[in-house]
């Protein structure tokens, strides 16, 4: 077996309670309507509460896809490492290279569009409007500049943060995901009392219905307000007794982000014109609170600025994610340990923290050069995302058939009984629906967005170049795996998660097949 | 879908109360929304987002409700 070597072995402590996984995956999912809801309603129109819940129920099937796999395999690697383990080395690579992209558009959208809900403030401190900022840069027309400068300095706060090592609280995460909570709810409660014209909403449905192809790019880009299941798997690996809180927290996480992003889209076009969300696709959620009568003064600032808090923390999570990642592809050989060397003094990953931080700023630079930032941006976010989904419900059917062994304390539903190799295989009737209605998206993605389907796919190739190269030199085969012992590592999970019921469970269905593979011999 | 933990039934957690609040909230705004669209006209969006509010409030809360009588028993 090819021994693979990292720099530093990192241990994640196992505190996390069931309050804290379930805050953790809200502050990094709950932000993402603060971006979408702008971006959506400029495609889909008087249509958005449809195209979020076609993309919604779609994010179901993913988010029971990951419940499933995440507490099979509580392991903060996430979908790469669901898709190395069912597909092997070159999926497992393809799977991150599409993850590492989203995180490191996270870190740049994100701190885009928190630097969007902080100029909703600039009318009231410099009595100028963050449009008036722009010039004109050879044939580059209208770029924004003064959003560009101020997004470049969240993206250097943060990797200063990164590499000092300043750890976020788990106590002001929480308080601020139950800030988010209380916010996003009381909004919604009062303006459906209050400002919500059911007749509006009608008259936007038909009189202002997107064209087929504003339809499919507006379902296209609702796919990034619910992007970030990683974080399941991320408390999966940082949770004692994942198989118990794991199913339970990801369930709650999953609705409440659908029901904010319904709930959201179908207030919005009760309230105002679907053209006020596109104007003011920097804030969305703000305007939408400032026109909520009785509250509106005092709620659309208070959104605002609570907006840019919770972007800027979802900003954080692709920087502390692209670490998370790199760690997990070194350790199965898919590429070089380099990336997790150390900070001599700080002791953080630095390497890793400043490349992927440069390569978002790279990406914050070259999409304020278009007409508009956030959409190129979200652009590519949602290629990335529907290619790593798409790859993880491929390894979830596959992984039922190669490793039936696994416990799973939580399977998706709509199973089917089949027989495979002499025993009942569960058949995920529901993994290939979200299958292929995740593989629809990713179509779409490729049929209407024209920057994601470039950069996307040439993202992919420069890391494929890269992934070559490192497999030839460490003499790695490039489309084949590396002998891995899953079983050895599946063990060592479970007991480091202290799962030892299932740890049990494990050994024993492993025990009963060597014993038929002894009796069939 | 388990809206409670099971391991220990006799306590309720942090989410355990979040869950049971914003149940109550949603069967609230669910009727709020479709006697809304009752008095503005017949339109389908309307009635399946206010509906959709109204019947997962009360879907969770049997659950409660369940939860409460057997522990009372």
Same mark, same amino acid.
């Given at each position: 077996?090819?021994?693979?070597?990292?720099?530093?072995?990192? +241990?994640?402590?196992?505190?996390?309670?069931?309050?804290?996984?379930?805050?953790?995956?809200?502050?990094?999912?709950?932000?993402?309507?603060?971006?979408?809801?702008?971006?959506?309603?400029?495609?889909?129109?008087?249509?958005?509460?449809?195209?979020?819940?076609?993309?919604?129920?779609?994010?179901?099937?993913?988010?029971?896809?990951?419940?499933?796999?995440?507490?099979?395999?509580?392991?903060?690697?996430?979908?790469?490492?669901?898709?190395?383990?069912?597909?092997?080395?070159?999926?497992?690579?393809?799977?991150?290279?599409?993850?590492?992209?989203?995180?490191?558009?996270?870190?740049?959208?994100?701190? /885009?569009?928190?630097?969007?809900?902080?100029?909703?403030?600039?009318?009231?401190?410099?009595?100028?409007?963050?449009?008036?900022?722009?010039?004109?840069?050879?044939?580059?027309?209208?770029?924004?500049?003064?959003?560009?400068?101020?997004?470049?300095?969240?993206?250097?706060?943060?990797?200063?943060?990164?590499?000092?090592?300043?750890?976020?609280?788990?106590?002001?995460? +929480?308080?601020?995901?139950?800030?988010?909570?209380?916010?996003?709810?009381?909004?919604?409660?009062?303006?459906?009392?209050?400002?919500?014209?059911?007749?509006?909403?009608?008259?936007?449905?038909? /009189?202002?219905?997107?064209?087929?192809?504003?339809?499919?790019?507006?379902?296209?880009?609702?796919?990034?307000?619910?992007?970030?299941?990683?974080?399941?798997?991320?408390?999966?690996?940082?949770?004692?007794?994942?198989?118990?809180?794991?199913?339970?927290?990801?369930?709650?996480?999953?609705?409440?982000?659908?029901?904010?992003?319904?709930?959201?889209?179908?207030?919005?076009?009760?309230?105002?014109?679907?053209?006020?969300?596109?104007?003011?696709?920097?804030?969305?959620?703000?305007?939408?609170?400032?026109?909520?009568?009785?509250?509106?003064?005092?709620?659309?600032?208070?959104?605002? #600025?609570?907006?840019?808090?919770?972007?800027?923390?979802?900003?954080?999570?692709?920087?502390?994610?692209?670490?998370?990642?790199?760690?997990?592809?070194?350790?199965?050989?898919?590429?070089?340990?380099?990336?997790?060397?150390?900070? $001599?003094?700080?002791?953080?990953?630095?390497?890793?923290?400043?490349?992927?931080?440069?390569?978002?700023?790279?990406?914050?630079?070259?999409?304020?050069?278009?007409?508009?930032?956030?959409?190129?941006?979200?652009?590519?976010?949602?290629?990335?995302?529907?290619?790593?989904?798409?790859?993880?419900?491929?390894?979830?059917?596959?992984?039922?058939?190669?490793? $039936?062994? /696994?416990?799973?304390?939580?399977?998706?539903?709509?199973?089917?009984?089949?027989?495979?190799?002499?025993?009942?295989?569960?058949?995920?009737?529901?993994?290939?629906? #979200?299958?292929?209605?995740?593989?629809?998206?990713?179509?779409?993605?490729?049929?209407?967005?024209?920057?994601?389907?470039?950069?996307?796919?040439?993202?992919?190739?420069?890391?494929?170049?890269?992934?070559?190269?490192?497999?030839?030199?460490?003499?790695?085969?490039?489309?084949?795996?590396?002998?891995?012992?899953?079983?050895?590592?599946?063990?060592?999970?479970?007991?480091?998660?202290?799962?030892?019921?299932?740890?049990?469970?494990?050994?024993?269905?492993?025990? +009963?097949?060597?014993?038929?593979?002894?009796?069939?011999? | 879908?388990?809206?409670?933990?099971?391991?220990?039934?006799?306590?309720?957690?942090?989410?355990?109360?979040?869950?049971?609040?914003?149940?109550?909230?949603?069967?609230?705004?669910?009727?709020? &929304?479709?006697?809304?669209?009752?008095?503005?006209? &017949?339109?389908?969006?309307? *009635?399946?987002?206010?509906?959709? *509010?109204?019947?997962?409030?009360?879907?969770?809360?049997? *659950?409660?409700?369940? *939860?409460?009588?057997?522990?009372?028993?």
């Amino acid at each position: 077996m090819a021994q693979v070597q990292t720099t530093e072995k990192l +241990e994640l402590r196992r505190d996390v309670s069931v309050w804290g996984s379930y805050m953790w995956g809200f502050a990094d999912v709950g932000a993402d309507t603060y971006v979408a809801l702008g971006l959506v309603m400029a495609y889909a129109q008087g249509a958005a509460s449809l195209v979020f819940a076609l993309a919604g129920i779609i994010y179901i099937m993913i988010g029971l896809a990951y419940t499933e796999l995440a507490s099979a395999y509580p392991v903060a690697g996430g979908g790469p490492y669901f898709t190395l383990r069912g597909l092997g080395d070159f999926w497992g690579f393809v799977g991150g290279a599409a993850l590492l992209l989203d995180y490191t558009i996270d870190i740049a959208l994100f701190a /885009t569009a928190s630097a969007g809900y902080l100029n909703f403030f600039m009318p009231y401190i410099i009595g100028r409007d963050i449009g008036s900022f722009v010039l004109s840069i050879g044939p580059f027309h209208q770029v924004h500049y003064f959003w560009c400068i101020e997004t470049l300095i969240l993206i250097s706060i943060l990797i200063w943060v990164n590499i000092r090592g300043v750890k976020e609280s788990s106590f002001l995460n +929480e308080f601020i995901g139950v800030l988010v909570i209380i916010t996003e709810s009381a909004l919604v409660i009062m303006g459906f009392l209050f400002a919500w014209k059911p007749e509006f909403l009608a008259h936007q449905w038909k /009189t202002q219905f997107p064209t087929f192809h504003n339809f499919m790019y507006g379902s296209s880009l609702a796919i990034i307000s619910f992007v970030g299941l990683e974080s399941i798997s991320q408390a999966a690996q940082e949770t004692r007794r994942p198989a118990t809180i794991i199913p339970r927290t990801s369930l709650t996480l999953i609705f409440t982000v659908f029901i904010f992003a319904v709930a959201f889209s179908t207030l919005g076009l009760g309230v105002l014109p679907w053209q006020e969300f596109a104007k003011h696709m920097d804030n969305p959620i703000a305007i939408l609170a400032k026109a909520i009568p009785l509250i509106g003064f005092m709620a659309g600032p208070f959104a605002a #600025g609570l907006g840019a808090l919770i972007l800027f923390i979802s900003s954080n999570t692709g920087v502390m994610g692209a670490s998370r990642l790199t760690y997990s592809l070194s350790k199965f050989g898919i590429i070089s340990p380099w990336f997790n060397a150390v900070h $001599p003094k700080f002791r953080t990953p630095a390497r890793t923290i400043i490349i992927f931080s440069m390569i978002g700023i790279v990406e914050t630079v070259l999409s304020f050069l278009t007409p508009s930032a956030i959409d190129t941006l979200g652009n590519m976010y949602a290629f990335g995302a529907t290619l790593g989904y798409t790859l993880v419900f491929i390894a979830l059917i596959k992984l039922r058939f190669s490793d $039936p062994y /696994t416990p799973r304390p939580y399977k998706m539903p709509l199973n089917i009984k089949i027989g495979y190799k002499g025993r009942k295989v569960d058949f995920p009737l529901l993994g290939v629906i #979200g299958m292929l209605g995740v593989a629809t998206i990713l179509f779409m993605v490729v049929l209407t967005h024209t920057i994601g389907r470039i950069a996307g796919p040439a993202w992919i190739l420069l890391c494929f170049i890269y992934y070559a190269w490192y497999r030839k030199k460490e003499g790695y085969p490039i489309f084949k795996s590396i002998k891995h012992n899953w079983e050895k590592e599946q063990i060592e999970v479970l007991t480091s998660a202290e799962e030892y019921d299932l740890l049990e469970q494990y050994k024993n269905a492993l025990a +009963e097949r060597d014993k038929k593979r002894v009796q069939i011999k | 879908m388990r809206i409670f933990s099971m391991n220990s039934p006799k306590n309720l957690t942090r989410l355990d109360y979040y869950q049971i609040i914003t149940s109550i909230l949603m069967t609230f705004l669910g009727g709020i &929304i479709l006697l809304k669209a009752l008095f503005s006209g &017949i339109f389908i969006l309307t *009635f399946l987002v206010g509906g959709g *509010f109204l019947g997962l409030g009360i879907y969770r809360l049997s *659950f409660i409700y369940r *939860f409460l009588k057997g522990r009372k028993n």
